[in-house]
C-alpha cells in the first residue's frame, strides 16, 4: 500500500515583518523532521510542496536527509488558507454577530492565543453556507484544489510509493477531513492542534484513502528532551 506523508511547515515568523519565513527554531524544527524520517526507513520517491518559501524551505531543509537526490514539486494547491485575506473581509462580518470576538479583537491580536480564537471564528463562517463573500477565494474553491492536488499526486505517482508533502496546517486539516468524509463544518477541529513540522500519514490504494495517524510529533518531543530546547511549537 502507498503513503502519503503530511508534513506541515516549520515555525513561521509569528509577528515579524515577514511572516512567511521560518524561524531559526523553525529550520531546526525541518532538519530534524528530516533526520527523524530517514532514521526511521522512510524514503521518498517524490515530493510535493505548496509555494509559500515556509513550505519550501521546510521541503529543502526536511529532504536533505534522503539518501537520495528529491526534490519537491511546487503546486499552489498546497498553499495555505488565506487566513489575512479572512481577516481583512469575514472578521468586520464576524464581529458584527460576535461580541466576544469583537472584545479578543479590541485587545489586540498580537497575542498567539487571541490570534487563534479569531482565526477559528472567522475560518468557521468562511466554510458556512452563510458566507457570500465574493472578494475573497472561496471554501468551495479552495477545498476543491486541495482534493484535486491529491487526486493528482496519487494519480501522477501510482501504486506503491512513498511520497511527502509539505504543506501548512489548514490544509492538512482539509485532507484529514476529507479522508474521514466530514464535511467544511468539521475541518476547523483539525486545523487548530496542528504543531510545525508534525506528520500526518495517509495511505492509498486505487480509489480507496485512508487515515493511518494525525500530527504526530513524538519526535520532536523526544529531541526536547534529550537536548534540553523546546521543540514541540504550534506557531
Request: proline share 3%; glycine share 8%.
Amino acid at each position: 500500500m502507498a503513503s502519503i506523508y503530511l508534513i506541515r511547515h516549520g515555525q513561521a515568523s509569528f509577528g515579524a515583518e515577514n511572516y512567511d519565513e521560518l524561524s531559526p527554531l523553525g529550520r531546526l524544527q525541518a532538519t530534524l523532521t528530516g533526520e527523524y524520517l530517514a532514521r526511521t526507513g522512510v524514503v521518498f520517491d517524490a515530493a510535493y510542496s505548496g509555494s509559500l518559501e515556509r513550505q519550501k524551505d521546510t521541503a529543502s531543509l526536511a529532504l536533505a536527509s534522503q539518501t537520495g537526490s528529491v526534490s519537491a514539486t511546487v503546486d499552489a494547491r498546497l498553499d495555505e488558507v488565506r487566513n489575512d485575506e479572512h481577516l481583512e473581509y469575514l472578521l468586520p462580518k464576524v464581529v458584527e454577530t460576535r461580541p466576544e470576538i469583537k472584545a479578543i479583537v479590541d485587545q489586540g491580536l498580537d497575542s498567539s492565543k487571541r490570534f487563534q480564537k479569531v482565526i477559528e471564528a472567522v475560518f468557521n463562517y468562511w466554510v458556512s453556507p452563510e458566507c457570500d463573500e465574493p472578494n475573497i477565494q472561496s471554501w468551495a474553491e479552495y477545498s476543491e484544489g486541495v482534493h484535486g492536488v491529491l487526486r493528482d499526486i496519487i494519480t501522477n505517482e501510482g501504486s506503491g510509493k512513498t511520497i511527502g508533502v509539505f504543506t501548512s496546517g489548514g490544509t492538512i486539516a482539509t485532507l484529514t477531513a476529507a479522508v474521514l468524509k466530514l464535511p467544511g463544518s468539521a475541518t476547523y477541529q483539525f486545523y487548530e492542534p496542528v504543531f510545525n513540522c508534525s506528520v500526518t500519514q495517509i495511505f492509498y490504494r486505487a480509489d480507496q484513502v485512508s487515515l493511518s495517524y494525525f500530527n504526530d510529533c513524538s519526535f520532536l518531543r523526544e529531541q526536547s528532551a534529550s537536548r534540553g530546547e523546546k521543540l514541540v511549537t504550534y506557531r
